[in-house]
């Protein structure tokens, strides 16, 4: 079948079979390799996009669904020069990245948090965090980054 959507600001279209995954239309189809796929289980989180403005697990949406959506993914989050958003460069400012797999979806979760609570607290930071896995960081500095992208103090965190 043949789908069409906005992809970054684009318009896009391609063949899919029914059961092609929105992570790998983006992936394979359109060669966006910036969404991770970690589990295809819906578990880990790296492969969080935005649909219509929503963060969606793109390994358990398929393709097809997202005919004439809006899609944005992590490719899109810099600015048209180049230059890192405001998330992004928190992250890196507050090293909320070591091995970097988890960091895509991190950083869409993060934008959507903070697009529904521009000044969440700490605890609503991790609770909203809880569909994505990172295995390096231990979550502190993917924390601070985000309370630091929200133009929050940054508190010192106890090791949990």
Do not use: W
């Amino acid at each position: 079948m043949e789908i069409s959507l906005k992809v970054n600001g684009r318009e896009v279209s391609g063949s899919v079979e029914g059961r092609t995954l929105l992570s790998g239309f983006l992936r394979d189809g359109l060669g966006m390799t910036g969404t991770h796929v970690g589990c295809d289980t819906s578990q880990c989180g790296a492969c969080v996009v935005h649909v219509d403005g929503v963060a969606v697990k793109s390994c358990t949406m398929l393709a097809a669904e997202a005919d004439g959506a809006e899609v944005s993914t992590i490719e899109g989050q810099a600015g048209a020069d180049g230059s890192l958003s405001v998330i992004q460069a928190a992250f890196q400012e507050h090293h909320g990245l070591q091995c970097g797999f988890c960091t895509p979806g991190m950083v869409m979760s993060a934008a959507a948090l903070l697009k529904e609570n521009p000044k969440p607290s700490e605890q609503e930071v991790r609770d909203y965090l809880e569909g994505n896995i990172c295995r390096c960081t231990g979550y502190h500095n993917i924390v601070k980054a985000i309370l630091a992208a929200s133009g929050q103090a940054v508190p010192a965190m106890a090791a949990e």
